[in-house]
């Protein structure tokens, strides 16, 4: 079994600042490690996804990620934030054999400062 | 345009009754999943199946039920043993390997 964990539940930045969100997770087997963005009153879109190689996981608008297997994480950042960014955040572990289930984190809601 | 339909987005209905919603995708994936989301907790998954006339229990089962008889749809039944049923429901499918979840715009049901 797989778990997430997203420590922030809120993280507040100013425009044009630079954010990390963190997300830690736990597994017993090798996983698959996403980032997912979710405006209000919609469904979830796909930001970026590590499934091998090169750690270092570039997404959609400006975002990547890290995977650090000695620290079972997987932090996203963006270098530079805009208005358009606010959203939650989730982080997802997928187990990378079979059809494993997709577990979340509790999510983080990044909200930009004008 | 391959994707996930769920239907409808917002859904009312009195306490008592069951209600179903709709999730199809013609995405051709195997896997489909069902989550609720609540503010604050994130996203907890309700059933999931993995292959046509097989399902599992999620986290959060109590209270709703599914089926699977085509590939391309899994609908959610939310049964009146649902205490607290207001919530916003999220389907998603992954194909066989690897690779992310799609997901459907969500169907807001709020009980009246």
């Known amino acids: 079994a797989q778990s997430v964990t997203q420590l922030d539940s809120q993280v507040p930045v100013f425009e044009e600042a630079p954010v990390e969100l963190r997300c830690n997770y736990s597994?017993?087997?090798?996983?698959?490690l996403f980032w997912y963005v979710q405006y209000p009153n919609q469904g979830l879109q796909l930001l970026l996804k590590y499934l091998s190689g090169s750690t270092l996981v570039k997404g959609i608008n400006g975002f990547e990620a890290e995977f650090n297997k000695s620290q079972t994480s997987f932090h996203l950042r963006k270098p530079s934030v805009h208005i358009s960014d606010t959203a939650e955040y989730f982080c997802?572990?997928?187990?990378?054999?079979?059809?494993?289930?997709?577990?979340f984190g509790t999510g983080t809601r990044l909200t930009i400062i004008p | 345009d391959g994707g996930i339909t769920q239907s409808p987005k917002y859904l009312f209905r009195k306490e008592g009754q069951n209600v179903t919603l709709s999730c199809e995708q013609n995405l051709n994936h195997d896997a489909m999943y069902w989550y609720r989301q609540d503010p604050g907790q994130g996203l907890r998954l309700i059933y999931y199946?993995?292959?046509?006339?097989?399902?599992q229990k999620g986290d959060i089962a109590e209270g709703y039920s599914v089926s699977r008889e085509k590939k391309e749809s899994f609908p959610l039944t939310v049964t009146s043993a649902q205490k607290n049923p207001t919530a916003f429901y999220l389907c998603?499918?992954?194909?066989?390997?690897?690779?992310?979840?799609?997901f459907g715009q969500g169907t807001r049901l709020t009980v009246v």
């Open positions: 199946s993995q292959i046509v006339n097989d399902f």
């Open positions: 597994s017993s087997v090798s996983v698959y």
């Open positions: 998603a499918s992954t194909p066989r390997l690897g690779a992310e979840a799609f």
């Open positions: 997802a572990v997928r187990g990378n054999f079979g059809n494993e289930k997709l577990t």
